[in-house]
């Protein structure tokens, strides 16, 4: 069933408080980064523009397609601010880090990096996992290799007057036979795969920070990149304001002035039932100018008496 106008409504007038505050172009983004949503954003953003608000809510998508629309909003405005009343999870992330102001609500949260993939067949139906599974099954087992390996050498040690270069033998073969049939079970496909997808991340990210936000880079954009793709346990980890100013990435919570905009935006996303991509643009109303002047470069000029030809006065 479709959304209905007044739910669609209460999330616009929501927005049109804070393009109220803030006096200028809000971007209501809630909806997945796919390709078909890009377009939209694309087809509704004016040429250009100095600056543009995005209330942000998305679960991730196509890490491309987060891209793209970062570099779109940062050709035609040149300022960006997002604000992230709930989560921007994923690709939701990789896109805010082109912001010039992060703004995150006190239950906004952004997300890890670390691509996942649709895992069809080791289940009835499919199931999203992260690419850094294989490495931390990696990693796991190289911890687990090497325990057995030092707890077979002492044990044999303690219990035989055998030479230290005949029980390291012995602990080796026992770690081999005990780690090979675990070590079988990593597909090299899969590994590949997924160091391509979490590096496409990390390369995005930087070239995001780079371009966008040189500044931050400059100060901590290698170790950004680094937490937010490789550091986290889990796909859905809350990064929340504390943690983003610990990893170095620069947010801040709403002003006085925004924060009850930002309490109803918030309160119009909860109440929204639908799944379906939510897409508007809140412009600020058109100012009415008399007839005695004209709009030139965003001033109101009044405009030159014309010379009178009958007087000859120039």
């Not at 001033?299 to 006065?313: F, H, K, M, N, T």
Request: charge should be negative; hydrophobic fraction near 40%.
């Amino acid at each position: 069933m479709a959304e209905t106008k007044a739910g669609i409504g209460d999330i616009v007038e929501a927005a049109r408080a804070l393009e109220g505050v803030r006096g200028r172009s809000c971007l209501v983004f809630d909806a997945p980064f796919t390709d078909a949503t890009i377009r939209l954003v694309h087809a509704l953003l004016p040429e250009r523009g100095e600056g543009i608000d995005v209330v942000l809510r998305s679960l991730g998508g196509c890490p491309c397609c987060a891209y793209t629309m970062a570099r779109e909003l940062r050709r035609r405005f040149a300022r960006i601010a997002i604000f992230v009343p709930l989560g921007a999870k994923s690709a939701a992330t990789l896109f805010a880090l082109a912001a010039d102001e992060l703004v995150l609500g006190d239950l906004g949260e952004l997300g890890p990096l670390d691509a996942q993939f649709c895992d069809r067949q080791r289940a009835d139906f499919p199931v999203d996992r992260s690419r850094l599974e294989v490495f931390k099954a990696l990693s796991q087992l190289e911890k687990h290799a090497l325990s057995t390996f030092d707890e077979t050498v002492r044990t044999v040690v303690e219990h035989s007057g055998m030479r230290g270069e005949d029980v390291c033998k012995i602990g080796l073969g026992f770690a081999v036979r005990l780690c090979q049939p675990l070590y079988a079970q990593i597909d090299p496909l899969v590994l590949g795969q997924s160091q391509r997808s979490l590096d496409t991340g990390a390369a995005y990210a930087e070239r995001i920070l780079r371009r966008y936000r040189p500044e931050l880079w400059a100060d901590n954009g290698p170790k950004i990149v680094e937490r937010l793709v490789r550091s986290y346990s889990d796909h859905g980890f809350v990064i929340d304001r504390e943690e983003l100013e610990e990893i170095g990435l620069r947010v801040r919570p709403p002003t006085h002035q925004e924060r009850q905009p930002m309490e109803r935006i918030l309160a119009a996303l909860l109440a929204r039932e639908e799944t379906t991509p939510l897409i508007e643009l809140v412009d600020p109303p058109c100012h009415e100018v008399s007839d005695d002047a004209i709009v030139e470069d965003d001033a109101i000029v009044e405009e030159e008496p014309q010379p009178d030809p009958e007087s000859g006065i120039a």
